[in-house]
């Protein structure tokens, strides 16, 4: 598949905790970009990490990237009620400009 | 600064019928891409348009077609509706001249065809 998959498929902490969510794909990638889609609506971007860097910050998300393992994860620290989405990366390859996206992770954080 | 913008934010519609939806990129932008989004699944890209032409494509049938205007807006048509269409259908802006930069979404359009 050229999508990126996101794994675990749904997860559910306590507010205060920390949520990470991996993103695997198989191909060579341009960049990774992760957003966040509250009940069926539109996709908010979090962050875009580009193929020659590592990690990224953004407030309270830390996004990393190896190319190697060709995989990313999405870290949420302290996480809130509000932080209750779904998430989804996705990756842009070679020459194309469109996003490819996996079935997202259903993060739910309880009060 | 007015983000992406989708009309209308609902619609039903009947099989066989046609739909036309509309979206107004994010102020800069030039660039406007369209998904399809079935309950469950991830986005689907159906097609990207620039300079008033398709640029890129999908995996989507001809019933499928889409327009940009010269102010870069942009419309979604869908021709005979199937039961299979129904779903929330996305538009994305982007500035082509920053390659591969931050695409923003707008809220969708969700489509049900009875």
């Known amino acids: 598949s050229q999508q990126g998959e996101e794994d675990p498929q749904a997860l559910s902490i306590q507010e205060g905790e920390n949520a990470t969510m991996n993103c695997s794909y198989k191909?060579?990638?341009?960049?990774l970009q992760w957003y966040r889609q509250n009940s069926g609506r539109g996709l908010v971007h979090l962050i875009l990490?580009?193929?020659?860097?590592r990690e990224k910050h953004s407030g309270r998300l830390r996004v990393t990237l190896d190319t190697s393992k060709k995989s990313s994860s999405l870290l949420i620290t302290a996480s809130r009620a509000a932080d209750t989405a779904s998430y989804f990366c996705?990756?842009?390859?070679?020459?194309?400009?469109?996003?490819?996206f996996g079935k997202g992770t259903k993060l739910t954080v309880n009060p | 600064d007015a983000g992406v913008t989708q009309s209308p934010t609902h619609l039903i519609k009947t099989r066989g019928q046609q739909v036309t939806l509309r979206c107004s990129p994010k102020?800069?932008?030039?660039?406007v891409s369209w998904y399809q989004q079935a309950l469950g699944q991830g986005p689907q890209f159906i097609f990207q348009?620039?300079?008033?032409?398709?640029?890129q494509r999908g995996n989507f049938p001809d019933r499928f077609s889409g327009h940009q205007f010269p102010n870069y807006s942009s419309e979604l048509n869908v021709n005979a509706l199937l039961l299979g269409d129904s779903a929330l259908y996305l538009c994305?802006?982007?500035?082509?001249?920053?390659?591969?930069?931050?695409?923003?979404f707008g809220q969708g359009t969700r489509l049900t065809v009875v």
């Open positions: 994305a802006s982007s500035f082509v001249s920053r390659q591969n930069a931050e695409a923003f």
């Open positions: 191909t060579s990638i341009n960049n």
């Open positions: 990490i580009r193929s020659n860097e």
């Open positions: 996705t990756i842009t390859q070679g020459g194309s400009e469109k996003l490819v």
């Open positions: 102020s800069g932008h030039d660039t």
């Open positions: 348009y620039y300079e008033e032409e398709e640029r």
